[in-house]
């Protein structure tokens, strides 16, 4: 099961570096306030424990004169009072005086009974904590081996006061933590800030070099990693701008090349035309070897006449100076017309849909220059019938809300190729590499699209099952509900 996404405010690096150095500040803050209290606690309890059972060792050392082996029920209690306050145990006497035996746990007597030294526990008697302890006394037999007595001496000790000092201790370290919260969050904000900041600052330069702002720099400051970032990023920056602007002035010189030698060579083409369309006209007069010839002629400097316009056509959209001439036209007008003055007759392996009475705002000559190119390019490389369609209305609407024009052509070839489609735009691109000689000069369709978008539309390109399609679409008025 996929998790759900963090929210947008906790996704970021500076919650997450803040959240780290506010945890670390607080494991510290109660490290240092748990590590207190162990100390104090100790501390506490041991300046109560051990006096009282270094003073109950000392009384009996001192006392056990007192006691007579084994003792009477006379020599417990005489013993007992001499200790003040402790009780004194053999077999199943106990003196008269000392602390209850109830309030001993039976564990500490068994530890006691088993022990050479003094054994302690502590206890919680009706919420009164208690610290118990007793000791055994010890006898040396004639032999000079030390062996229990079977005489126990057992005494407690009120810890209330001292556990009251524990709680109060308690209180003020989960305080003390508690009160680190606010400051080490503003101490993890500051920290987050300290180091984001260069970062910021690299994602905002980042962007701007993206937008090709080439020229932006950051400043270094000191030697950590990042200002190693930041000397690598102002290093790939400038290597970025002079490989751009190489790049830059080899394509401004590369157009101006190809412009330069188009126009060049109108002059030229023109007097070739008109040189061959006056051996078209004598070609039946010509020997049949030199009508050959003469067609031949004829027929490449058409080709390279085409290629030389598409050339400046292209240069024209490159440089920029591509206008738009707009005006209200008929659009099964325009389509019609356009289909006439190639010779493309409907019937002959063409079809129409254009819908009667629907005009748009567009520029005649570069409507005409796509319609072309699209029909022109499927009677060429489909397979008839080739089907024209122009659709308009409500049910024709682009992203931004505006009525819109598409006009199909289709045809039922082969289709393009799946490698070919994505490219199919792309300037000198031909479907089929073997028609190296074909009457295209590869530049069509991405004249065609260079038209649309400039109109504020675009030509796509698809396969259907039956052949190819593509799709011409451009604003029906300049902005949506727009009449002239």
């Given at each position: 099961m ?8 906790l996704?970021g690096l500076?919650?997450r ?5 506010a945890?670390?500040?607080i494991?510290?803050?109660a ?6 209290y162990?100390?104090?606690r100790?501390?506490i ?5 051990n006096p ?13 004169v007192?006691?007579a082996?084994?003792p009477?029920?006379?020599s417990l209690d005489t013993?007992a009072s001499a200790?003040?306050?402790?009780v ?7 003196s ?9 746990p039976?564990e ?8 050479d ?11 009164i904590?208690?610290f118990?302890f ?7 037999t ?5 062996t ?5 001496v057992?005494?407690?000790v ?6 009251a000092a524990i709680?109060e201790?308690a209180?003020s370290?989960?305080?003390t933590?508690?009160?680190a919260l ?11 800030r300290?180091?984001?900041r260069?970062?910021?600052a690299?994602n905002?330069?980042a962007?701007?070099l993206g937008?090709g702002q080439?020229?932006v ?12 970032l930041?000397?690598?990023?102002n290093?790939?920056?400038a290597?970025?701008e ?12 590369a157009?101006?090349f190809?412009a ?6 109108r002059?030229?083409?023109a007097?070739m035309?008109?040189?061959?369309d006056?051996?078209d ?5 010509l020997?049949?070897?030199?009508a050959?010839a003469?067609?031949l002629?004829s027929?490449?400097t058409k080709?390279?006449?085409?290629l030389?316009?598409d050339?400046v ?5 490159d440089a ?5 001439r707009?005006e209200?036209?008929d659009?099964a007008t325009?389509v019609t017309?356009?289909?006439a003055?190639?010779?493309w007759r409907v019937g002959?392996?063409l ?5 009667e ?10 409507f005409?220059?796509v319609?072309?190119?699209?029909v022109g ?6 397979a008839?019938p080739?089907?024209?369609r122009v659709?308009t209305?409500e ?5 931004a809300g505006r009525e819109?024009?598409v006009l ?8 393009i190729?799946e490698e070919t489609?994505?490219r199919?735009?792309?300037r000198?691109?031909?479907a089929d590499t073997s ?8 530049l069509g369709l991405?004249?065609a699209?260079?038209n649309?978008r ?8 698809s396969?259907?099952?039956d ?8 604003p029906?008025?300049p902005?949506?509900g727009?009449r002239?």
């Amino acid at each position: 099961m996929k998790r759900p996404p963090l929210p947008t405010w906790l996704a970021g690096l500076r919650p997450r570096l803040a959240a780290a150095f506010a945890l670390v500040t607080i494991l510290g803050a109660a490290a240092a306030s748990g590590a207190t209290y162990v100390t104090s606690r100790t501390t506490i309890l041991g300046g109560v424990q051990n006096p009282a059972m270094d003073t109950l060792v000392e009384r009996v050392k001192a006392n056990m004169v007192l006691l007579a082996t084994p003792p009477t029920q006379s020599s417990l209690d005489t013993f007992a009072s001499a200790l003040d306050g402790a009780v004194v145990v053999y077999g199943q006497m106990r003196s008269s005086t000392g602390t209850s035996l109830s309030q001993i746990p039976p564990e500490l007597r068994t530890a006691v009974a088993g022990a050479d030294s003094v054994q302690f526990q502590r206890v919680v008697d009706d919420g009164i904590p208690r610290f118990a302890f007793g000791l055994p006394l010890l006898t040396r037999t004639a032999d000079g081996r030390t062996t229990h007595s079977g005489v126990e001496v057992y005494a407690t000790v009120s810890l209330y006061q001292q556990q009251a000092a524990i709680d109060e201790l308690a209180k003020s370290a989960w305080q003390t933590t508690l009160l680190a919260l606010p400051f080490a969050i503003a101490l993890a904000l500051l920290a987050a800030r300290q180091v984001l900041r260069p970062v910021r600052a690299l994602n905002t330069a980042a962007s701007q070099l993206g937008h090709g702002q080439l020229d932006v720099r950051l400043k270094a400051k000191g030697s950590d990693e990042l200002a190693q970032l930041v000397t690598t990023f102002n290093n790939t920056a400038a290597e970025l701008e002079r490989t751009v602007g190489t790049l830059r002035e080899m394509e401004a010189d590369a157009r101006r090349f190809v412009a330069d030698v188009s126009h060049e060579l109108r002059t030229p083409l023109a007097a070739m035309n008109a040189v061959t369309d006056v051996l078209d006209e004598d070609a039946g007069q010509l020997p049949a070897d030199t009508a050959v010839a003469a067609r031949l002629v004829s027929a490449e400097t058409k080709r390279l006449t085409r290629l030389v316009q598409d050339l400046v056509e292209i240069s024209r959209f490159d440089a920029g100076r591509a206008e738009l001439r707009l005006e209200e036209w008929d659009l099964a007008t325009a389509v019609t017309d356009c289909l006439a003055a190639r010779g493309w007759r409907v019937g002959e392996g063409l079809a129409v849909d254009l819908p009667e009475g629907r005009t748009a705002i567009f520029d005649r000559r570069r409507f005409d220059i796509v319609v072309a190119n699209l029909v022109g390019n499927a009677l060429r490389h489909g397979a008839p019938p080739v089907e024209v369609r122009v659709r308009t209305g409500e049910d024709t609407v682009d992203g931004a809300g505006r009525e819109v024009v598409v006009l199909t052509v289709e045809d039922h070839g082969p289709g393009i190729p799946e490698e070919t489609l994505p490219r199919v735009f792309d300037r000198f691109t031909k479907a089929d590499t073997s028609r190296a000689r074909s009457e295209g000069s590869g530049l069509g369709l991405a004249i065609a699209r260079e038209n649309a978008r400039l109109h504020g539309g675009d030509l796509t390109a698809s396969n259907t099952p039956d052949g190819a399609r593509f799709t011409f679409s451009l604003p029906r008025y300049p902005a949506a509900g727009a009449r002239p």
